[in-house]
């Protein structure tokens, strides 16, 4: 299996503009996570989807942002209009049912101007 | 929601020497698994080692072994003969069978 799979690596972008941050997890696992990582904050879950299904955004920091899982091989990060503060390393997690280790993508480092 | 506390943001250690990471955890439930992870500076996020909450014998992998202390919500990482390859963010990781919750990190740097 090729892992997580993150897109873009990287994405600048200016304030204002919608940005789309998209994963594909390892087939068969059932839950994926959306974290944020910064220096002040560390990581942080935004996400976290069971079978497709969003279980709990409290995570989420505003109305700007937003998350689907339409099938277990796809999910989306999406943030419109976009902030400089929103700038951080995204990642994209998925785990087995049985947990026996959660497995990240590469992130994605996002730069809003 | 489970909390996760690193209390030390940076560390330091000379090779070969021995270091110890600190994390402790706040949870009510009873079934629950601990991870420490490691970040290099490649950003990839790479499993140290995991720990299941049911089990009372400490988790050991080559030169990294934990203390887990369930009643005291503890749960350090023992990092031996370290390696300058060890320097790292490490994160330790609480996962309730839901949600993966984070501890915001320790910096480790292998002093030569």
């Known amino acids: 299996d090729a892992g997580v799979i993150q897109s873009p690596r990287h994405e600048v972008t200016e304030m204002g503009q919608e940005v789309t941050l998209r994963c594909k997890p390892i087939?068969?696992?059932?839950?994926l996570f959306w974290y944020r990582q910064t220096m002040m904050r560390g990581l942080e879950l935004l996400i976290y989807?069971?079978?497709?299904?969003?279980?709990?955004d409290s995570g989420m920091p505003e109305d700007r942002f937003s998350a689907k899982m339409p099938n277990a091989s796809f999910s989306t990060l999406k943030i419109q209009p976009s902030e400089p503060r929103d700038s951080a390393v995204y990642f994209c997690?998925?785990?087995?049912?049985?947990?026996?280790?959660?497995?990240f993508g590469q992130g994605t480092r996002l730069t809003v101007v | 929601a489970q909390t996760v506390t690193q209390s030390q943001p940076e560390m330091s250690v000379q090779e070969a020497e021995t270091v110890t990471l600190s994390c402790t955890y706040d949870?009510?439930?009873?079934?629950?698994?601990l991870f420490w992870y490691k970040q290099p500076p490649s950003r990839q996020m790479i499993l140290v080692i995991r720990?299941?909450?049911?089990?009372?014998q400490n988790a050991t992998e080559n030169r990294f072994s934990v203390n887990f202390q369930k009643a005291a919500k503890s749960f350090s990482l023992k990092i031996s003969d370290s390696q300058l390859g060890d320097t790292a963010m490490y994160f330790c990781?609480?996962?309730?069978?839901?949600?993966?919750?984070f501890g915001a990190g320790t910096r480790l740097t292998v002093k030569p």
């Open positions: 989807f069971n079978n497709n299904v969003p279980i709990d």
């Open positions: 990781a609480f996962d309730n069978n839901n949600d993966m919750r």
């Open positions: 720990q299941e909450a049911y089990k009372q």
């Open positions: 087939s068969g696992h059932n839950s």
């Open positions: 949870t009510s439930e009873n079934n629950y698994y």
């Open positions: 997690a998925s785990i087995k049912v049985d947990r026996a280790e959660a497995f």
